[in-house]
């Protein structure tokens, strides 16, 4: 299914304008710490779920977005962090076609660095849950475990989007 541009639009003024969690403290997911600043991160691509009705917008910091761009992200490189922000799809009220973020699920990322993270496959994995930014507590390996069927793409499911120069 392709997303318009207007869907597209809403989904990363979203992401400008939920900077509620940029000013508060969390605790660690993973033995990983929150990635302060993400809300500021650009957006490397989209992507819809229909098995689960959820719309994702793909972060990066900049490392990854430098690699995004140049097309070099097999592997991605040392540093990389990837962020997936989450929410569930709604239609808009006045624009019954359009797919648009709903409730807010959670952020989830994904950390580069093949030595501190050598025994989860060179990524460290992280997930905050619901508006409070909760930790996730499952644990790495239900990650792992849903991003095994691209274990031939450094674990990662994302095709960046091409942005015109």
Request: proline share 5%; glycine share 6%; hydrophobic share 40%.
């Amino acid at each position: 299914m392709k997303l318009s541009a207007k869907v597209l639009y809403i989904l990363f003024s979203a992401i400008a304008t939920n900077a509620y969690a940029a000013d508060k403290s969390h605790s660690k997911s993973h033995g990983i710490s929150y990635p302060e600043g993400w809300q500021n991160w650009a957006s490397i691509a989209v992507s819809h779920r229909t098995d689960n009705h959820t719309l994702r917008v793909i972060l990066g910091n900049d490392i990854a977005v430098k690699a995004a761009r140049a097309g070099n992200t097999h592997p991605w490189p040392e540093g990389a962090i990837l962020g997936k922000v989450v929410w569930k799809d709604s239609k808009l009220e006045n624009w019954k076609s359009a797919i648009a973020p709903g409730k807010f699920v959670h952020a989830e990322f994904m950390f580069k660095d093949s030595k501190k993270y050598a025994s989860s496959h060179g990524w460290g994995w992280a997930r905050w849950v619901g508006l409070e930014q909760k930790p996730f507590e499952k644990g790495m390996q239900i990650c792992i475990s849903c991003h095994t069927p691209v274990k031939n793409r450094d674990w990662v499911f994302t095709d960046p989007a091409t942005f015109p120069k």
